[in-house]
Nanobody
């Protein structure tokens, strides 16, 4: 069974930065992040394939950067210029065989809270 273990998250002021990491128990084709805020639908944040192809959600494009270390089965989300509307639970998501767009992959992490507040 594939396991995804997340770290990072926390509370930050508007305009600040946070970094999320996710380590997978095995090599996976696509790794990335979704988020869900209270009362809102889950949405794509960013994904990256093992070949380096990246996909960003419209709300974060230009502020967030996703990167990946294939040797370590790790994906990192660098979040800059955070806004209150970025407040959500962020979930690591991955799939063994296909790219991830708005349809999530098969595997999920436990989620980590990101709160942007003054």
């Amino acid at each position: 069974q594939v396991q995804l273990v997340e770290s990072g998250g926390g509370v930050v002021q508007p305009g600040g930065s946070l970094r999320l990491s996710c380590v997978a128990s095995e090599s996976l084709y696509t790794m990335g992040w979704f988020r869900q805020a209270p009362g809102k639908q889950r949405e794509l944040v960013a994904t990256v394939t093992s070949g380096g192809s990246k996909n960003y959600g419209n709300a974060v494009h230009g502020r967030f950067t996703i990167s990946r270390d294939n040797a370590q089965n790790t994906v990192v989300l660098q979040m800059n210029d955070l806004k209150p509307e970025d407040t959500a639970v962020y979930y690591c998501n991955a799939d063994q065989y296909r790219a991830i767009a708005h349809i999530p992959g098969d595997y999920w992490g436990q989620g980590t809270q990101v709160t942007v507040s003054s």
